[in-house]
C-alpha cells in the first residue's frame, strides 16, 4: 500500500497508518510509529483534532521500544497540542510537562519551550500555576535562542500571570514580548504577543488598546489564512462591542464566528460561540433562551474537562438568576445549594472567585455566609484584581456591599467605578455575562447613600444636558431645538417640525409595532398599550391626601426645592418654581 500510494501519500495516510499499526505487532514498530505521526499531523491540519490526539497516543504506543528521546519528544509535543485543541487541558499539560522534562535532559531549549507554548492559561489557579513555572523554565532555557522563540515564550508567561493575577509581571512580559515580536518579523510569534497584551489589556483601562489589537490580529490572520486566529480576533470585537453596549455589532460579529467556528470546528469554536449567543440572549432578557445555550455551551465543552467549563456556565447563570431568581437546581449546580456549607478554600486571588459566590448568597438571603466571604477579601483598595474582571468586581461588590450595609465601601466601590461612565458591565476576556452600563450601579450605591442631588451639581457642565419629559410635553419643537443645538446638528425648522410631528405620542402610539422596545422578542401583552396615556404624574392616582402629604415630605428631606421641582415639573417647573420664590 506504501508503494501503491508512493507518489500521493497523504489521501491514504490514514489507511496507511492503521495498516502499520497492525503490523507492527510483528516487527518495524519505529515505522509504524513514523506513519501513524504523519496521520496524526494530516489530522491536524484537517482540524480534527480529537483524532490528531489518538493518533499522536497510538504512535506513542507502537513506537515505545524503539522510538529515541527526540521521536518521543516529538509525539508528546504533538499529542499536548492535539488534546489542548480539543479541550482535553489536563492531559495536553501532562503530556506538555513530559516533553519538557525530555527536552531538558537532551539540552534541547527550543523543545523546552515548545513545551511551554502548547497550553494555555485556563482560570484554575492549581493548573496555572503549573503552567507559570513551565514557562519559567523556559524563559530561562531560551536566552540564548531567536527573539521569535523569546517573544512567543513571554507572551505566554504573560497570559498566565494575568490569569493568576499577578498583573505587573504580566504587563512587563507583554510589552517586552510585542518588542520582541516586532523586531523578530516573525508572523506566528506577532499573533502570540498580540493575544498576551489582549489579555493583559482585558480590563476597562485598555478597550481602545483592545481595539487596535483585535485589527492587528485580524489583518495578520488574513495574510496567514488562519481560520482560528480569525475567530479569536472576532471575539475579541464581540467583547469591545458587548462593553460599548452595541448589541447591533455583537450581532453582526456572532455571524461571523459562526461561519468560522464550522470551518474550525472541534468543541472549543463551538462553545466560544454557543457562549457568545447566551450571554447575548441574557443581555436582551430572553432569560430563558440565555439559560438553554449556556446549559448546551456547557454539555459541548464539559465532555474534554477543561477546567473553566463549570466556571464559565456559573457566571452567565449567576447573572441570569439575578433577574428572573435562582432555581433549587441552579444553586445546586452553583455548589450553594441551600444545605450545604460554604467553601472554605475559595481562590482570592483576583477576588472575582470568591465575590461572585458571596453575592449570590447574599441575593438568597445568606447573609452571614456571604458576610464572612466578603470580610476574606480584606479592605477594597487592597484587592488585587484581574484586568478582565474589574468591572465585574466593582458591580458586585456595590451589591454586596449595600447588602451588608457596608456603606464606606459602598462609596469606595462607587469612586472606583465612576472612573468608568460609558462603559458596560462584562468581562474583558470572553463571554461571561452582561450587567448594564456601569452608570446604573454608580447610581444604585448612589441611592443607597441618599446621593440623589449629584448629577444636579453638574448641570451647567458644557457637557451636560437634562431634558424632562413634562418640557417636551409643553413645547416639543422647542426641546428638539435645544437638542439639535447642544449635539451641534444643523436642521431647518422646516425639517424641525416634520420630527416634532412625528414624535407625538399619538403618533408614535400608531406606530407602535415599529418603535416598542424589543419588540421582536414579543414581550409586551400589548404594543399599542406600552403608550399608555402620555401624561406625567399619574402616580399621585395611587396616593391619599395623607400619602402625598407624606411623599412631598420625604422628598424635601432627600433634594433641594429646585431639584425636586425639576424632577416632578421639569424646567418649566423650576422656573416657575424661581419666580414665586422671588414673589414671596
Same mark, same amino acid.
Given at each position: 500500500? @506504501? ?35 504523519? %496521520? ?20 506513542? &504506543? ?42 531538558? =535532559? ?74 520582541? %515580536? ?12 498580540? $493575544? ?86 441574557? %443581555? $436582551?432578557?430572553? #432569560? ?30 449567576? !447573572? ?17 445549594? @441551600?444545605?450545604? =456549607?460554604?467553601?472554605?478554600?475559595? @481562590? ?54 449595600? %447588602? ?20 458596560? !458591565? ?21 441611592? $443607597?447613600?441618599?446621593?440623589? &442631588? ?27 431645538? $435645544? ?15 416634520? #420630527?416634532? &410631528? ?52 420625604? /422628598?424635601?428631606?432627600? /433634594? ?25
Amino acid at each position: 500500500m @506504501e508503494k501503491v500510494h508512493a507518489g500521493r501519500p497523504e489521501a491514504h495516510l490514514f489507511e496507511i497508518a492503521r495498516h502499520w499499526a497492525v503490523a507492527a505487532v510483528v516487527g518495524g514498530a519505529a515505522r509504524a510509529a513514523d506513519w501513524i505521526e504523519r %496521520a496524526g499531523a494530516e489530522a491536524m491540519r484537517n482540524h480534527a483534532y480529537e483524532e490528531g490526539a489518538k493518533l499522536f497516543k497510538l504512535a506513542l &504506543d507502537v513506537g515505545v521500544d524503539e522510538l529515541d528521546a527526540a521521536g518521543r519528544c516529538r509525539l508528546l509535543l504533538g499529542c499536548g497540542a492535539a488534546r489542548h485543541l480539543s479541550s482535553d487541558l489536563p492531559g495536553g499539560l501532562d503530556a506538555c510537562l513530559r516533553a519538557a522534562a525530555l527536552a531538558a =535532559e537532551m539540552g534541547r531549549p527550543d523543545l523546552v519551550a515548545q513545551a511551554a507554548l502548547v497550553t494555555e492559561p485556563t482560570f484554575s489557579q492549581q493548573t496555572d500555576l503549573v503552567m507559570r513555572r513551565l514557562c519559567e523554565t523556559a524563559i530561562a532555557a531560551v536566552r540564548s535562542e531567536p527573539a521569535a522563540l523569546r517573544a512567543r515564550v513571554l507572551a505566554r508567561y504573560a497570559q498566565v500571570c494575568d490569569y493568576l493575577a499577578d498583573v505587573g509581571p504580566a504587563r512587563a512580559a507583554s510589552k517586552q514580548s510585542l518588542a520582541l %515580536a516586532e523586531r523578530s518579523g516573525d508572523c506566528d510569534a506577532l499573533m502570540a504577543a498580540l $493575544h498576551a497584551r489582549q489579555v493583559v489589556c482585558s480590563g476597562p483601562d485598555g478597550l481602545d488598546e483592545r481595539v487596535t489589537l483585535a485589527d492587528r490580529l485580524l489583518a495578520l490572520a488574513g495574510e496567514a489564512a488562519s481560520p482560528d486566529e480569525q475567530l479569536w480576533g472576532h471575539l475579541w470585537c464581540i467583547d469591545v462591542a458587548f462593553e460599548r453596549g452595541d448589541f447591533g455589532r455583537v450581532a453582526r460579529e456572532m455571524e461571523v464566528v459562526a461561519r468560522l467556528a464550522q470551518e474550525v470546528r472541534g468543541p472549543f469554536a463551538r462553545w466560544q460561540l454557543q457562549r457568545c449567543r447566551a450571554m447575548l440572549a441574557q %443581555a $436582551h432578557a430572553r #432569560f430563558e433562551d440565555a439559560r438553554r445555550l449556556a446549559d448546551e455551551a456547557f454539555a459541548t465543552i464539559a465532555p474534554t474537562g477543561h477546567p473553566a467549563a463549570v466556571l464559565m456556565r456559573d457566571a452567565l447563570l449567576s !447573572v441570569v438568576g439575578h433577574h428572573a431568581g435562582y432555581s433549587a437546581e441552579l444553586l445546586a449546580a452553583m455548589g450553594l445549594a @441551600e444545605d450545604t =456549607e460554604v467553601p472554605s478554600d475559595l @481562590e482570592t486571588a483576583g477576588v472575582i472567585r470568591a465575590l461572585a459566590p458571596a453575592w449570590v448568597l447574599a441575593e438568597v438571603g445568606r447573609l452571614p455566609d456571604a458576610a464572612g466571604i466578603y470580610r476574606s477579601l480584606g479592605a477594597v483598595f487592597d484587592w488585587r484584581l484581574s484586568p478582565h474582571s474589574t468591572l465585574f468586581t466593582y458591580t458586585f461588590g456595590i451589591g454586596l456591599a449595600i %447588602a451588608l450595609d457596608a456603606r464606606d465601601d459602598v462609596a469606595s466601590l462607587r469612586d472606583l467605578l465612576s472612573d468608568y461612565r460609558g462603559h458596560h !458591565v462584562i468581562s474583558g476576556a470572553g463571554a461571561l455575562g452582561y450587567f448594564g452600563p456601569v452608570e446604573l450601579w454608580i447610581g444604585t450605591a448612589a441611592a $443607597h447613600l441618599g446621593l440623589f &442631588d449629584t448629577f444636579w451639581d453638574r448641570r451647567d457642565q458644557d457637557n451636560i444636558a437634562l431634558f424632562h419629559y413634562s418640557d417636551l410635553l409643553i413645547d416639543l419643537p422647542g426641546q428638539l431645538r $435645544h437638542l439639535s443645538d447642544v449635539l451641534g446638528i444643523a436642521v431647518t425648522d422646516e425639517r424641525l417640525d416634520q #420630527f416634532a &410631528d412625528a414624535a407625538t405620542f399619538d403618533r408614535m402610539r400608531l406606530r407602535a409595532d415599529d418603535l416598542v422596545p424589543d419588540v421582536g422578542n414579543r414581550i409586551w401583552r400589548s404594543n399599542r398599550d406600552f403608550f399608555h396615556r402620555g401624561h406625567n404624574r399619574q402616580w399621585e392616582e395611587l396616593l391619599d391626601d395623607d400619602g402625598l402629604r407624606s411623599y412631598d415630605a420625604r /422628598v424635601a428631606d432627600l /433634594v433641594p426645592p429646585d431639584l425636586a421641582a425639576w424632577t416632578h415639573h421639569g424646567w418649566h417647573g423650576v422656573n416657575t418654581s424661581a419666580v414665586l420664590a422671588q414673589r414671596v
